[in-house]
């Protein structure tokens, strides 16, 4: 299927659905494996919370296009060059801290654009935006929390959390490579960039977390549809059932 995009609102649109989406099913992937059980319900509903995220926004994204194609079909039809989700949100569950620690930092994001979005001359994206925001300030507080506790804890917990540190920040780096239609939605991208490194940065010296420098790696960039080598299995885990059985109703 053809997913050619017309406006550049749908495809500004489209990078923070897709981001939600994958978010979500890496969190889904997460559900009975959560350290107690209370954790667990936090993770799902997390999750949860990403899915409903997207889904607003692919119905955003589809009226805009004059609904020549279908929510659904942005999730399950798509292959895997037509998403353009953040690579960090794609990197997979190795342990409970790259959990957390991935949701740290795609909060903070989350949080300044979103924040951003309150200013959407599309009064649907600004009404969404006021929703999300609550959402993020809880998900945001959650992980934040964990950092604390896994950060100034056991000496394995703080040696976990360093360790998806380490990795995870690589894929950083091209989140504040904004293009032309990035600074077209968003009013003030510089200083989306400022908060974000002056959270981290407070956070992981409060916790006794080390900030690496990690030297520029030239990925190709998700914007281009460009993935790390996650993405393809994971896609082929949630698309799944769809494309199976195409015909299927539910």
Not at 1 to 28: C, G, P, V, Y
Not at 79 to 84: A, C, D, H, K, V
Not at 93 to 122: G, M, P
Not at 133 to 158: F, P, Q, V
């Amino acid at each position: 299927m053809n997913f050619t995009f017309e406006s550049n609102e749908s495809k500004f649109l489209l990078r923070i659905a897709d981001t939600s989406l994958i978010l979500a099913q890496r969190l889904a992937e997460m559900c009975s494996k959560g350290p107690f059980l209370e954790e667990d319900i936090a993770l799902s509903n997390t999750s949860l919370d990403l899915f409903g995220r997207a889904e607003e926004l692919y119905k955003i994204i589809c009226r805009i296009e004059n609904d020549k194609f279908e929510p659904d079909e942005l999730v399950y039809k798509r292959n895997e060059r037509q998403f353009y989700n953040l690579k960090l949100v794609e990197q997979p569950n190795e342990d409970f801290a790259w959990v957390i620690v991935r949701q740290f930092l795609h909060d903070v994001y989350a949080k300044e654009v979103f924040t951003e979005l309150l200013k959407s001359e599309n009064s649907e994206v600004v009404g969404l935006s006021q929703k999300v925001l609550k959402e993020i300030k809880y998900s945001h507080l959650h992980a934040k929390d964990w950092i604390e506790r896994l950060g100034l804890g056991t000496e394995e917990s703080n040696s976990r959390t360093q360790s998806a540190v380490n990795h995870i920040l690589k894929y950083i780096e091209e989140i504040f490579n904004f293009d032309d239609i990035d600074k077209t939605y968003l009013s003030n991208t510089a200083e989306i960039e400022s908060k974000w490194n002056a959270e981290i940065n407070a956070v992981f010296a409060a916790y006794n977390i080390t900030r690496i420098e990690v030297p520029p790696l030239s990925m190709r960039d998700y914007r281009d549809g460009f993935h790390s080598e996650y993405m393809g299995p994971l896609l082929s885990v949630m698309q799944y059932l769809p494309r199976a059985y195409p015909d299927a109703k539910w």
